[in-house]
């Protein structure tokens, strides 16, 4: 079992910059993909990037490529969210997901466990 809350979130400017990170809890966090979705009113949960047990792997979704870095500390079972530039349609309740087999899957239905999420708005 692995827990997974996210920190971070708030009200930003376009083109501000904001960094979620999402603290696990529980066993073999250094063995699980870490993902970040997000979710906007009325919206389909969207692929927002993932990252390799290792750090060594990483893929983005089209929409924040060249904005977002996804990173992770193993050593203090943590996955970061560094986004930058960030624009109204960026807006949305952003969450971190676990994923057992590390198959660095775009498709949340792969993630076995996932936090409450983090609330981003950003305004124009």
């Known amino acids: 079992q692995v827990q997974l809350v996210e920190s971070g979130g708030g009200l930003v400017q376009a083109g501000g910059t904001l960094r979620l990170s999402c603290a696990a809890s529980?066993?073999?966090?250094?063995?699980?993909?870490m993902g970040w979705f997000r979710q906007a009113p009325g919206k389909e949960r969207e692929f927002v990037a993932v990252?390799?047990?290792?750090?060594?792997?990483?893929a983005y979704g089209d929409s924040v490529k060249g904005r977002f870095t996804i990173s992770r500390d193993n050593a203090k079972n943590t996955v970061f969210l560094q986004m930058n530039n960030l624009r109204p349609q960026d807006t949305a309740v952003y969450f971190c997901?676990?994923?057992?087999?590390?198959?660095?899957?775009?498709?949340?239905?792969?993630?076995?466990?996932w936090g409450q999420g983090t609330q981003v708005t950003v305004s124009s």
């Open positions: 997901a676990a994923d057992r087999t590390a198959a660095l899957s775009r498709a949340p239905g792969y993630y076995d466990y």
């Open positions: 529980g066993r073999s966090f250094s063995n699980y993909a």
């Open positions: 990252i390799h047990w290792s750090g060594g792997t990483t």
